[in-house]
Each structure stands twice: as C-alpha cells, then as structure tokens.
C-alpha cells in the first residue's frame, strides 16, 4: 500500500486559491489518487480523483506530475464553508483479493474570513 | 437510495459491556469497509468485507468482531468495551468489480463513548 504524506494543516482567507500538495513515493502502476473531504462529523466525501496529468471538476482541479510521485488538489476561491480536513488517499486494485484503503492524518484546511 | 446508513448514532458504554453498531447499503455493493476515526485523527481501517461470508482484518481489527450474511449488512461487534475504543465509527462501501476509479460511499457515523 502506497503511503501518502500530507502538511497537516493550512490556514487561508476567503477568495484565495489553495493548494495542498500529498506526496506518495511508492505509489503503484495501478494506483489512483482520489482525494475526500471531511467535514466535523461526517463521514468522508468524494472530492476528485486522477491517474497522471491533470483533472478538473466543478468543485477542484488535480494535478499529478509525469512521476506521479505527488500531486497537488486545487481549490480556487474557497470560502468558509470550504474550512475541512482533506485526505489524499492512493488506491490499489480493486479485485477479488479484496481493497485495503489507508487514510493518513489528512490536511486541516482553515478558511479565515 | 439510502445509500450507507449506520445506527445508532450516538451511544454511551460501560466498560465491559457490548454491543454491536449496525451498517446498511441500499446500492448492492460487495465491499464493505468499518473505520474509526480518532479525535483529530484519520480514518483507521478495522474490518472489511469483499461480499457475504467473507471478511478480512485491517489496521485495528483487536477488540472487534465482524460477520457479513447479506450483502446489505456488515455490522461491528464490540465484546468487551474499553475506554480506547472510544471514537467515532464509520462504515464504507465500493461495489465489486470496481475500477480502482470508485470511489467510497460512507455512512454519516456512530460516536462511540465508553466509561
């Protein structure tokens, strides 16, 4: 299992673009990197998820080098409401072997007004 | 769809008793996953299961029980509650099959508070 490594927090201000950046220097062939969001009591959501290059969806851009030894998720403008914890998580094959996801410690994200 | 629904929400323990948290999907996945999120802590995996009578220990599987007769339910059994089993739970699936590209489904969570 590939392990990731995140900042453990950031602090930003309302309209300003964020990056955080997961590091996964082991990370496999068949590994994607999927990033969740979690806010104060609830469980883990869906933010974005990419194998090389770059994604982007309506809510983060994705960002992963030739090496896809890290990668960087991007909010633009974030908010308030954008204040969670985010978690890189790289992923093996999903087969009949079973799945074994591995969260670390996340990246406390804090939107100041 | 319900999606993934887990009860109770919020449960009081005395040390030494037990009791079992309950897991439901709706969306006929095979696997099924039970975490524990410590305060201010990431997810730890302790159970999962890759469909009906068959499941596998993750990180932190000591003090836990699982059993998986349906596909719909994956419920965790506490034996023998202790204080550092305090946390808060939460239950996941992906369906089976699934490109490494699925994505996890999570419950909304059992806070756990063992006395």
């Known amino acids: 299992l590939a392990k990731t490594t995140q900042p453990i927090s950031m602090d930003s201000y309302e309209g300003q673009e964020v990056n955080i950046t997961c590091s996964h220097n082991?990370?496999?062939?068949?590994?994607?990197i999927t990033w969740y969001q979690q806010f104060p009591s609830q469980g883990p959501r869906f933010i974005i998820q990419?194998?090389?290059t770059k994604v982007t969806n309506e809510v983060a851009s994705l960002f992963i080098p030739a090496d896809r030894k890290s990668s960087t998720l991007s909010l633009p403008r974030v908010s308030l409401s954008d204040t969670a914890v985010y978690y890189c998580?790289?992923?093996?094959?999903?087969?009949?072997?079973?799945?074994?996801?591995?969260f670390g410690p996340g990246t406390r994200l804090s939107v100041l007004p | 769809n319900a999606g993934v629904t887990q009860t109770p929400k919020f449960r009081i323990l005395k040390i030494g008793q037990s009791m079992t948290l309950q897991c439901t999907q709706d969306?006929?996945?095979?696997?099924m996953y039970w975490y524990r999120q410590d305060p201010g802590m990431g997810l730890k995996l302790i159970y999962y299961?890759?469909?009906?009578?068959?499941?596998d220990k993750g990180e932190v599987p000591n003090g836990y029980n699982v059993s998986r007769s349906t596909t719909e339910d994956f419920p965790l059994r506490l034996e023998l509650a202790a204080p550092s089993q305090t946390s808060v739970y939460f239950c996941?699936?992906?369906?089976?099959?699934?490109?490494?590209?699925?994505?996890?489904?999570f419950g909304p969570g059992t806070r756990l508070l063992v006395l």
């Open positions: 969306m006929n996945h095979n696997y």
């Open positions: 082991n990370i496999a062939t068949n590994d994607y």
């Open positions: 998580l790289v992923g093996a094959r999903v087969d009949n072997y079973g799945q074994n996801f591995v």
């Open positions: 299961s890759v469909g009906a009578g068959i499941t």
């Open positions: 990419g194998y090389k």
């Open positions: 996941a699936s992906i369906p089976w099959g699934a490109a490494p590209r699925e994505t996890q489904y």
